[in-house]
């Protein structure tokens, strides 16, 4: 049996439902698992001394786009609206090819190691130039980071009214072929696997309903999560209304895109009847930024959520004592945590609780305290990749950590 004790804690936060800050703790890690927290604890194994540090479990990102790590800041794409911002990048990305995207997930994934992430996952929809979802797991094994990589596709482009370039769009049969290949290949459903892999089509703008649909229909003959961006920005739900005659969550739940394998990213524009839809269905959401009242409410009718400063700038947020409420554990699904676009995982957790001290000066900073806004960076682990034994510290749960140094931690 392989041990490791990381001992001497100057502060252990086990961030479980308890939120224990337990002092001069030591940390017993058995092959992969945590076999006992306390003080003492002894090893014939190795020895990590911990003195002088802050130890807390590893960070989970939920969602990412790590090939746009090559294209961060891109004139003319900076401070345009959604569609804007991805026909202005539609064809730098078409030049790219599998040695930028295994490079781009090496940057995206070491800056999200060195925050602190211990499991990220990866949306990668667009396949030019002989482009393999593979060139993104190769680079997260390399690292030795967890991984949870989505084959995401586009089948409309613009010839058919859809968004991207027909250049970068896909045959659908070629698309589930592949979804099938990788799947097959490369996901390990196994508890601690270090790759799993979901199957994630871009968003309503870029893929046919049918595709959708029979994505999902896979998803599930396979045992893999589904993925998709949806409700990201008013011009996302006014195309959904044009062109379904629906909005973004009718949408969903006609194609079975809800239910506890789902989880969807963004989500911002949910109407009160779609965020109660979502709650009931336990389908998970990602939401980047809570920009209006009813992103506010998903996050307390659905569980968890975090705010993030995105590319689009701040916006509106939710008060600060509605973003104080939704730390409390609820029956609904769970909304999960992600990245800083670009970075680590820490940042989001730490604009969450500055933007609301901004907004609600001293008395919204008390209501948003940093004991909620560090709970941001793993609550999405709990549901939203299937893997409830991470993001938090006890017997029997997965062995990922970090620590930092200094003396206290951070309230």
């Known amino acids: 049996m392989a041990e490791t004790l990381i001992r001497g804690a100057d502060y252990l936060l086990t961030m479980d439902d308890t939120r224990q800050e337990l002092a001069g703790a030591d940390l017993l890690l058995r092959d992969g698992v945590i076999a006992q927290i ?175 649909r029979d994505t999902a229909l896979l998803a599930r003959d396979k045992g893999v999560m589904l993925h998709t961006h949806l409700a990201e920005n008013a011009e996302d739900v006014a195309y959904s209304q044009e062109k379904f005659g629906c909005r973004p969550g009718e949408y969903a739940e006609n194609l079975g895109w809800l239910g506890d394998d789902v989880w969807h990213a963004h989500c911002v524009q949910l109407d009160g009847a779609e965020i109660d839809l979502f709650a009931q269905t336990r389908t998970g959401l990602r939401i980047v930024l809570a920009r209006t009242a009813a992103s506010a409410r998903a996050s307390r009718r659905c569980g968890r959520c975090w705010t993030q400063a995105c590319r689009w700038g701040w916006a509106s947020m939710a008060p600060p004592a509605t973003t104080a409420a939704i730390w409390l554990p609820r029956r609904g699904r769970r909304c999960c945590c992600s990245g800083w676009r670009g970075g680590g995982c820490d940042e989001p957790a730490r604009g969450a609780r500055t933007g609301h001290a901004g907004r609600g000066g001293c008395a919204g900073a008390a209501r948003l305290r940093a004991a909620d806004s560090r709970q941001t960076g793993r609550c999405g682990d709990l549901g939203c990749l299937g893997r409830a034994q991470r993001g938090q510290l006890g017997p029997g749960c997965a062995a990922s950590c970090r620590s930092y140094g200094g003396a206290r931690p951070f309230r």
Request: charged residues 20%; aromatic residues 6%; glycine residues 10%.
């Open 38 to 212: 306390g003080q003492g604890l002894r090893t014939e194994g190795e020895i990590v001394e911990a003195k002088g540090c802050v130890v807390t479990p590893g960070l989970v990102n939920t969602h990412h786009h790590l090939y746009q790590s090559m294209t961060r800041a891109v004139p003319g794409a900076q401070d345009a609206l959604l569609f804007g911002w991805l026909q202005r990048l539609y064809p730098i990305w078409a030049r790219m090819g599998p040695e930028h995207m295994f490079v781009s997930a090496q940057i995206g994934l070491a800056e999200l190691a060195l925050s602190g992430c211990s499991l990220s996952s990866d949306h990668l929809y667009l396949y030019p130039n002989g482009v393999r979802l593979e060139d993104t797991i190769h680079a997260a094994a390399e690292l030795g980071l967890r991984f949870h990589p989505t084959r995401g596709s586009m089948s409309i482009g613009e010839s058919e009214g859809g968004l991207p370039p027909d250049a970068l769009v896909e045959r659908e049969a070629a698309i589930l072929e592949d979804c099938i290949r990788v799947v097959d290949a490369f996901h390990d459903p196994t508890e601690g696997a270090m790759c799993r892999v979901g199957l994630a089509p871009c968003s309503p703008f870029s893929v046919s309903r049918e595709l959708m």
